[in-house]
């Protein structure tokens, strides 16, 4: 069950929470966070709240705050805190007598507004409307408004300005802060970090109404502020506007105060309102190919879908290679900002899907990072190139290397998955070509990707171990995606991938040689022992051994997992509100130990590679390992889905759709607070698009094999294959394919299992 409300109107989806149920304050601060892929400003209400915890995070902005900290995304000075004075009477939503509550989320727009009724000591009858959305249009400004009416006159007085008290739950990272103001009224702050990287925030306000007197402008620490005062007639909406510009990088490239003063000059010129139009106009232009079409969805349904595209927009840094998508995107300080093999396997494929470009640089942000993961594979022994499991910004390994105290025994525990957890080389690679087979871009593969290809199959042979009894190779002590099982051999998932990222290379790779001999021979001059390369990737291949399903059809997660014992009462855990609670009861090393499973190991296999697996097969691990299952990752549900729908257990696979749907709305206000779980609202586009439509890139078509859900009659959305937009529509009985322009490249389809070639509407 959802906590929100939904409405539709005017063909705009909103969320809404209609109480002030001071439980819920975090979770929606993080679920209605304005976000544009540039900056991500956290919810809160303007005037303070006890269980507020205010954060603006932006893109690529990390900072390591100590030699026993790891770098971490910064949280910046605050510009939405406002303090509103009534009559001189301040306005407290934790104090105050409030008569009605209503905050909503536009889930389109990304627009923000709350609605608050009350009534102070001495004035009554309060109403104060606040909006604001972060631009799409100029995404480094953020647009602000508030109005105030009341049944009386009344003298309002407003203090904003930015306030650099922020930290990271206490931790500072801002070295010289540097407040002023221009022209007297564009307020300034500049905060260093010690290594050279700037933050700065200018903002500039003004009102519909003339001001009482001069704004009074003063500095606290860190902070400016100015002070503002107006009087309003009873019942007349006074309005205020607040535009902030903020910008991040080194002194060298980043914008300077005359060229911002002229942005915000123009803000205050043009207005609130239409800086909203533009706004909408530049996100339209996004929503045209991202929004998903379906008849017979429940409105909740469709907004919860939505809600997860315009947060998949939100979170990634569309518009660049220098960064990528973090774990909770630019609303929270969960995971520290880091980035994730959620960014490639979960978040990639809509992107991948309908807007390539932004793939593209996604994954060239990977290229970036083959320096980190060189270093990485020489730390560990290896050779080539072993991405590390978590990044920031500059591709070496971040990953804490211990986890937080235990408050009983005074020590950390180590975090095994920066150490073992491997698969992602291979999920990088994975998401690489899945990009090349939707967009046939031979250009990345020249710039970036055959760089990448050979450098990971070189490392996957180092890190398998030949078993010369079994004349197999082995991979040893890893752990797979499923974290509350560490230190196995031969996990499938591991394997697979890794098997799937060197014949990847050595077709590649070997081809390259007949077809591009130019080409390969720069890389033979830049690897000179290339050949042998080549003729290891091919025993590789030939000797990695892959977990095969047993008697019973179940395919061993690693090669000890069956035979460990079964978690008792598992049942008490999976339905626990708190998340990860086996792990009250258990210690690491008891859960290690048994049959239990955090999130989808072998089902992601299953989801991967489909083609190698039968129905039964798929059926019978997916019931197995799922009666294992706690779902205590957010990654876990979505994963079920796209298995089941695979195989046309579609009520089954609906059931972890409606699941994965919940993950950041749900009534349990303690997720989510320090961040939505992005790899899940990927994974909710991954459901309906790669589960229920089927649809799959391969080398010379794009499958699509359509198992809707029963109540779904109609599903329309766009992919865009070999740069060309095709509008997809799927019904009960038939299946149109629409090219948005006339076809330059050849395009095919392979639709329920006959291969067409694309030339003009095709209807099925
Ligand atoms: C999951 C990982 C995931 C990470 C970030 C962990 O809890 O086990 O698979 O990558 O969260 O979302």
């Given at each position: ?649 579609i009520d089954l696979a609906y059931h972890f759709f409606e699941k994965s749907l919940e993950i950041d ?33 391969h080398m010379n078509y794009v499958e699509i094999t359509p198992n809707l859900p029963k109540k779904w ?52």
């Amino acid at each position: 069950m959802i906590y929100y409300k939904v409405k539709k109107e005017e063909n705009q989806i909103y969320l809404i929470e209609d109480k002030l149920d001071k439980r819920y304050t975090s979770k929606t601060e993080t679920v209605f966070t304005q976000c544009n892929g540039y900056l991500g400003v956290r919810a809160s209400y303007e005037t303070k709240m006890l269980q507020e915890s205010r954060g603006m995070f932006v893109t690529g902005l990390y900072h390591k705050a100590g030699a026993h900290e790891v770098s971490e995304l910064v949280n910046c000075p605050d510009i939405i805190e406002m303090d509103i004075c009534i009559n001189e009477e301040k306005v407290n939503l934790d104090t105050c007598s409030l008569k009605g509550f209503r905050r909503s989320l536009n889930v389109m727009t990304g627009e923000l507004e709350t609605i608050v009724n009350c009534d102070l000591e001495k004035t009554k009858g309060i109403c104060i409307k606040t909006r604001r959305f972060a631009s799409m249009k100029n995404r480094h400004l953020i647009c602000h408004m508030i109005e105030v009416s009341s049944e009386e006159d009344i003298i309002v007085h407003i203090t904003t300005g930015i306030n650099g008290q922020i930290t990271n739950s206490g931790v500072t990272h801002f070295d010289k802060v540097e407040a002023r103001v221009f022209d007297k009224k564009y307020m300034h702050t500049e905060n260093s970090c010690d290594d050279g990287q700037v933050f700065k925030v200018m903002t500039v306000c003004s009102s519909n109404r003339d001001a009482s007197q001069e704004p009074i402008f003063g500095l606290k620490r860190r902070s400016i502020y100015g002070n503002y005062e107006y009087t309003s007639k009873s019942n007349e909406a006074f309005q205020f506007f607040k535009y902030s510009f903020v910008d991040t990088g080194t002194n060298e490239n980043i914008a300077d105060e005359e060229t911002i003063k002229q942005v915000l000059g123009t803000c205050e010129k043009i207005g609130y309102e239409e800086l909203r139009r533009e706004h909408i106009e530049a996100f339209d232009k996004l929503w045209n190919y991202a929004k998903i079409e379906i008849e017979g969805a429940t409105l909740e349904e469709e907004a919860e879908i939505t809600f997860a595209q315009y947060h998949l927009f939100g979170m990634t840094p569309s518009y660049t290679s220098e960064y990528s998508v973090a774990a909770k995107g630019l609303t929270g300080e969960g995971y520290k900002g880091h980035i994730f093999w959620d960014a490639e396997i979960f978040i990639m494929p809509f992107f991948t899907s309908v807007f390539p470009e932004v793939a593209r640089n996604l994954l060239q942000f990977r290229y970036k990072g083959l320096a980190g993961a060189r270093d990485k594979a020489r730390e560990y022994g290896y050779e080539g190139a072993m991405y590390p499991w978590e990044v920031a910004k500059t591709g070496k390994e971040e990953t804490p290397l211990y986890a937080a105290l235990n408050i009983h025994t005074g020590k950390a525990g180590k975090v095994w998955s920066g150490i073992k957890e491997h698969h992602v080389t291979a999920d990088i690679i994975y998401a690489l070509w899945d990009y090349y087979k939707m967009t046939g871009d031979q250009k990345f593969l020249l710039d970036y990707g055959y760089e990448m290809l050979i450098e990971t199959a070189i490392f996957w042979c180092k890190r398998a171990t030949f078993i010369p009894d079994k004349n197999q190779y082995e991979i040893l002590d890893v752990i797979g995606p499923d974290e509350y099982t560490e230190h196995i051999d031969n996990n499938a998932y591991t394997n697979y991938m890794a098997y799937e990222n060197v014949k990847i290379a050595y077709e590649t790779i070997s081809a390259l040689e007949q077809e591009l001999p130019k080409i390969y021979m720069e890389f033979a001059k830049k690897y000179d022992d290339l050949e042998d390369k080549i003729s290891e990737w091919k025993l590789f291949l030939e000797k990695i051994y892959l977990p095969k399903a047993n008697r019973e059809l179940v395919i061993p997660q690693d090669d000890s997992f069956l035979s460990k014992k079964l978690l008792p009462n598992i049942e008490k855990y999976r339905n626990s509100q708190v998340k990860q609670s086996v792990l009250l009861d258990y210690s690491r090393d008891e859960v290690v130990n048994m049959q239990v499973l955090k999130q989808a190991d072998v089902v992601m296999l299953l989801n991967m590679m489909p083609h190698l697996f039968d129905e039964e097969t798929v059926k019978k691990n997916v019931q197995y390992y799922e009666q294992r299952t706690l779902h205590d990752s957010s990654l876990s549900y979505c994963a079920h889905a796209v298995a089941c729908a695979e195989i046309g257990d579609i009520d089954l696979a609906y059931h972890f759709f409606e699941k994965s749907l919940e993950i950041d709305l749900d009534t349990n206000y303690q997720d989510s607070i320090d961040g939505i779980h992005s790899a899940s609202l990927g994974g909710i586009w991954n459901c309906v698009i790669r589960g229920f439509a089927g649809v799959k890139s391969h080398m010379n078509y794009v499958e699509i094999t359509p198992n809707l859900p029963k109540k779904w009659k109609k599903l329309k959305f766009y992919l865009k294959v070999k740069g060309q937009y095709v509008r997809i529509e799927i019904n009960k009985d038939k299946i149109i394919l629409k090219p948005e322009n006339d076809i330059e490249q050849k395009v095919s389809f392979k639709i329920n299992g006959q291969v067409y070639l694309l030339e003009k509407e095709l209807v099925l």
